[in-house]
Each structure stands twice: as structure tokens, then as C-alpha cells.
């Protein structure tokens, strides 16, 4: 008895435990993710042009949602949406590109430079994004920026042009191009770090198992590292990929054009008019797309950490 | 009192419909349902140049007379940059108050902080907000007998057309809308020549720029057109103004921002619409090595006219003190001094544009930046419109920004 009092007092303390996060999780996430949704279903004042919240379900009208998916599917923000998977795609295609052997090379082959490099990684985080994003704004000036008077000496905006990503003019705002490559840059950090703490956790004893059952290095890299480091990809993806479809500010500062608005600038702008349901519309979509992402990180996460433990098992 | 009229759009839970008083007939047709979930009911008076309006009494009374100004801190909601810091320390010496300012980035931002939060004073209403702001009780009318400057505002915008007999509202700063080019690569000759259809060179490909708001630019549209009918209610005319800015975009790969008060001085844009006080303010941007003759400024005889102003909500915690800031900064001295700092220019008759001038406060060709009285006078307004017409206007704009 002594100890069945015992063990449901444990569980209460833990469950105790969990409240903070429940708190916060609901004042910082739940409550305005509900707002939002009052604003997205709700009405508007015709006089003060506000929108006006509409707290009861069952009095939320769908008029504004119909028209922002109306637009989505062959209206003026399919095109918005159809870019904004592009450039985040090829971003993190990049990223991945680029930060994977980073993450690798730290982890498994940096030896005593190791904590000199993530300390290099970890120093971007001390310039404010935008201060970072601003600076890209001199080095690419047309009139004598750095960054663009090498590009165009290398022929680059020809480059890009094949690839769609520029209109071959030496301005570099206002490109594809552009806004891809600050979101590479800018976010580019987020996918090293949970990666390399991935590759860091790979238990040594499998690479070694591995090449003395007879695998090249470079079997043992494709056939053992690599399938174990996909949560750390997954990760790094997810931590990436969910800000930059909701980024507006890398596209503001270095493009403003409407050729390369995302969902985020668009965002922004519904809610500056008369009618911000819209905008709150598009916040709830965006999310739901994102949900999705999350979705489907968390079922791989789950099954590879049952797979790991029938393993062990 | 000015005769009044223009039209009133009556916006009510069940329906709505708009009773013209008179003026005419481009107000738009306005049935008002903008949603039918609303609660709200009221006028909102859509006043134009040649339909006055004088704007209703709200639940707000003026203050009474011979108050002195009540100490403690003066909060002013007004754009970034909109005061000469050295303005407000002075006016904080001359009354022994402090000064804080909140910034807001659009007329929409505006609303709602007004809806929020309880200022004092704000720096910068337009004609588009005004109605809404009256009818919806979020500002007070105004105690003339603490205004003793206010004889020194313009002429014409002493008894303005947005607010016959300035009930609720004083001119702050008077400017146009026009294009703002670099002098070292558009020639001022050419820009007079071809006006606004030089926005469309594709030889400044890279280097255009678009005021981003919906009125702004889509009348950029218009002018280009012919049509001058700037608070127009026509789905077709927009249409074409519309499609008229996505063909600009599309030749010149135009940016949109309202940032042509750098731009143009850095050299990331050549040509950019713009409001005349980010030209004459775009001087303090320059680059060390760069000279301010390469900064210019085209605008028609007839144009886009604008003021901004003050007006006090009506929840204001210090409207004496309120009131003597906004007689401070209409002081033709004190209005100099503020000038220096924010580039637009105030909307008094003293200073003149040629004192502006004499005191090396705006570079000789610039001067095209500066606006007269008879400009104000006949320049084309962007008014308040009703709200499906405002949504026709920013869903055409939306159109155009989604690419």
C-alpha cells in the first residue's frame, strides 16, 4: 500500500513537473494561435477598418478563407506559393549541400580544431540577423559593393541566368538569386549545428565494425553514416525550413520586388488592408503546411528511435 | 463656415447605403457591406477638393479654455524620424515636460494603435483616416484659443476640404508625389520631356522604385494613363492602372518600398516615385563623396498633394500640453528648426519656400520639391474611400505585388 502511495506521489511531482511548459505552451502558443484563428473566421468594422474577433466556433464566417484559397489555386497567390516551395527547396537543398560535409568534418575529422570551429559556427549568432542582412545590402551596391563587383567580373549573373535564378542584369536586388542565397546565409548556422550534434553521437564502434567487416570508407560513409545521421538531417531541416517559409524580412531588404515575393511578404501586406482576415488566413494555411513538415519529421523520429531500440534489444 | 457636402457613406449592421449630399458623383458607389459580420454602425464622411466636408461632432468635447499645460511626460504617436529631436528637447525645456514618441508605419497602424492605446498627441493623420478617426470617437476637437499660430497655417488648408473649419485636425507638413532621379544619369531635360512614362525606360532596369502603397502607386498607373480621377470607385480604371504598374515591374524589374530617400542618394536606385519630403530629406543620406547635385526631383504642375497633421485622441492624458506642442511646432522659427531634420516641408505660410531656400536648407534643384499654396490648392487628393472601393484598389495592388 505504502508503496502504490508512494509511486502516485512520484507521478504527480512529474506531472507537476510538466506544468511550466503546459503554462507556457498555452498563454505563448495555444492563445494565439487561437486569436489568430478569431481573426482568420471573424468579422471586420467597416468604419475603423479593424478586424473584429469572433471568439465562438460556431459563429466563425468563411468568406475571407474561401477567398485566400480561391486564390491559391489559380489566383494571384499561386504563383507566390509555387515560389516560395521553389526558393525554400533549393535553399535547403544548399544548406545541405554545404552544411553537411561542415557538420561531418567538425565532428569526425577536425580533431583538436574541433571547438575553435564550432565556435565559429556559433559567432554568426552574435550579429543580429537583420544587421547581417543589412550588410549584404553594401556588399551588393551596384555602385562599388564588393560581393557584386566580383560577381559580375565572373560572369556570375550569366550563370544564373541559365538557371532561371537571374535576369542576367549586374543589379543583384530584386534577383532570385538573391533572396535564395540570404536565406542560405542566414540560416545556413540552424542546419550545421543539430547536424553536426547528430554525426557527433554516432557511436564509433559501428564505423569501426564496419570497416573491419570489409566496407571501403566511402561504403561506410553511404551505407552506416548516412542512415544514421537522416534524423540529424530531418532536424536541421525542420529547425530551417519552418522559418524561412515564413521569412519576409531576407526578401524585403534584399529584393522588395514583386518577382520574388513569398508567402511571408504576403503575409505582411494583407495585413496592412482593409481587410486583415486575409492575412490571418494565410497565417493559418502557412501553418498547416508546416504542420505537416513537423508531422512527418516526428513519425520518422519516432520510428527510428523504435527501430534503434528493437536493435539494441 | 464653408459651405459642406461631398458624400456620406452610411455603413450599418443590416445594410448600408450612401447618401450623397451634394458634390460629385466619384466617391464611389458605396453600399458599405464590406462584411456582413460587422456590428459597427456610423457615417463616414468622404469628403473631396470640390465637395467639403465638415466632420460631424463625435461623443468628444473640446477642452475649456485657459487650462494651463499639465506637466509629466507628452506621448506622441507619429512616423519614425517625423520630429527634429532638437525640437522636442527644446519644447521640453520652454515646458518643463518630457517627450515620448511611438512610431507606426502606415495609416493602418495608426488605427489600430489609436484603438489600443491612449496617446497624446498624433503626428501625421491623413485625409484617408481622419473620417474614421472622428466617427469612430478616437480623437477630440480641438481648443482654438490655445493655437495663436495658427493663422500661420497655409491658406488654403486653414479651413481645409477633409475638415471644414479644422475642427479636429492642423496641417503638419504639405508634399507631392512625384519621381525622384539621379541627376548623373537621367537628364533634369529628358525627366521634363517624357514626365511620368520615364518610370517605364527599360535603360534604369534595376534601378526603379515604387512607393509601396496601394493609392500611391496605382495612381503612378494612372497619370501614366491620362486619368487623374485619383479616388475613382471604377473596377476597369483601376484595372488599367493595375496592369499599367505589372507592366513597369516587368520591364524595369521595379522594387517596392518607400525608401527612396536612401536609394537614390546611395545609387541602388536611379529613378524612384517618391514623396517630395523624402527628396528634400534624401540630402542628410549622401554618401561621404558624393555631391548633392546628383539628387533631383520631378513633379507636374498638377499632382498628387498631400498634407499630414495633428489631431489629439480623445483618450489624451495631456491635451493642453497637446495642444501647445502642436502650436509650437507652427511657429515659423520653430517650424525651421524642425524642418532641418525631418526635409518635408511645414504646411505654414511662414516659412516660405524662398526662406527654405535662403537658408541653404534646400538645395537650388530641389526647388521643385517645394509646394506652393496654389499647388495644395489644385493638387489631386487621395481621399477616404468607401471600403469595397478601397478593397478594389488593394486587391489590385495585391495582385500586382504577388508577381
Known sequence: MADTARRRDRQGLWAALTLPGTIWLIVFFIVPFYAIAAVAFGGFDPILLAPEPTWNPLRWSFGAAREVIDSIFGGPLQPVFLRTFLYVGIAMSLCFLIGYPVAYYVARRAGRWRTLLLVCMVVPFWVSYLMRMLAWVNLLNPQGGWASDALNAVGAPTFFRWFGLSDGSEVWFGQPVTVISGLVYGYLPFFILPLYASLDRIDQRLLEASRDLGASPAETFRRVTLPLSVPGILAAAVITALPMFGDYYTNTILSGSPRTEMIGNQIESLTRTIEPQRGSVLVLVLSALLFGLMAYYLRITIRTGREANEARA | ?403
Open chain 2, 1 to 403: 463656415m464653408a459651405h459642406t457636402g461631398g458624400f456620406v457613406l452610411v455603413v450599418g449592421a443590416g445594410g448600408s447605403l450612401l447618401a450623397a449630399c451634394g458634390g460629385d458623383d466619384d466617391a464611389g458607389d458605396g453600399d458599405g457591406d464590406g462584411d456582413d459580420s460587422s456590428g459597427s454602425s456610423g457615417t463616414i464622411p468622404l469628403a473631396r477638393l470640390d465637395a467639403p466636408v465638415e466632420l460631424p461632432d463625435n461623443d468628444s468635447s473640446p477642452i475649456d479654455s485657459g487650462l494651463d499645460p499639465e506637466s509629466g511626460t507628452l506621448t506622441i504617436f507619429t512616423y519614425a524620424d517625423y520630429i527634429n529631436p532638437d525640437s522636442i528637447a527644446a519644447f521640453e525645456e520652454q515646458y518643463g515636460v518630457t517627450v515620448e514618441l511611438a512610431t507606426f508605419d502606415t495609416e493602418a497602424r495608426l488605427l489600430s494603435g489609436l484603438q489600443t492605446t491612449a496617446y497624446d498627441l498624433v503626428v501625421g493623420a491623413t485625409t484617408i483616416g481622419l473620417p474614421r478617426f472622428v466617427v469612430g470617437n478616437l480623437v477630440q476637437p480641438l481648443n482654438r484659443d490655445y493655437l495663436t499660430n495658427f493663422a500661420n497655417v497655409l491658406p488654403s488648408l486653414q479651413s481645409p476640404y477633409y475638415d471644414v473649419g479644422s475642427r479636429y485636425s492642423v496641417p503638419y507638413t504639405v508634399y507631392t508625389t512625384g519621381l525622384a532621379y539621379r541627376r548623373d544619369v537621367i537628364d533634369d531635360a529628358a525627366i521634363a520631356a517624357t514626365g511620368w512614362e520615364t518610370m517605364w525606360d527599360p535603360a534604369n532596369r534595376g534601378y526603379v522604385g515604387i512607393i509601396d502603397d496601394p493609392r500611391d502607386a496605382l495612381t503612378l498607373g494612372m497619370y501614366r494613363l491620362g486619368i487623374t480621377d485619383t479616388n475613382t470607385d471604377d473596377p476597369d480604371v483601376i484595372g488599367q492602372a493595375r496592369d499599367a504598374i505589372a507592366e513597369l515591374i516587368t520591364t524595369t524589374n521595379a522594387r517596392i518600398d518607400i525608401l527612396a530617400y536612401q536609394k537614390i542618394p546611395e545609387g541602388t536606385s536611379r529613378i524612384n516615385q517618391a514623396w517630395s519630403g523624402d527628396m528634400l530629406a534624401a540630402q542628410y543620406y549622401l554618401p561621404e563623396d558624393t555631391d548633392v547635385d546628383v539628387l533631383g526631383y520631378w513633379a507636374p504642375e498638377r499632382t498628387t498633394v498631400a498634407n499630414d497633421f495633428f489631431v489629439i485622441p480623445a483618450d489624451s492624458e495631456h491635451p493642453v500640453l497637446a495642444h501647445h506642442f502642436i502650436d509650437f511646432l507652427s511657429d515659423p522659427d520653430n517650424a525651421t528648426l524642425n524642418f532641418e531634420w525631418v526635409g518635408y516641408q511645414p504646411a505654414l505660410a511662414d516659412p516660405t519656400p524662398e526662406a527654405l531656400v535662403t537658408a541653404e536648407l534646400v538645395p537650388s534643384q530641389l526647388t521643385t520639391a517645394l509646394v506652393t499654396d496654389e499647388q495644395v490648392e489644385n493638387g489631386y487628393r487621395l481621399d477616404a474611400l468607401a471600403p469595397e472601393v478601397q478593397k478594389l484598389w488593394e486587391d489590385a495592388f495585391q495582385q500586382v505585388k504577388a508577381g
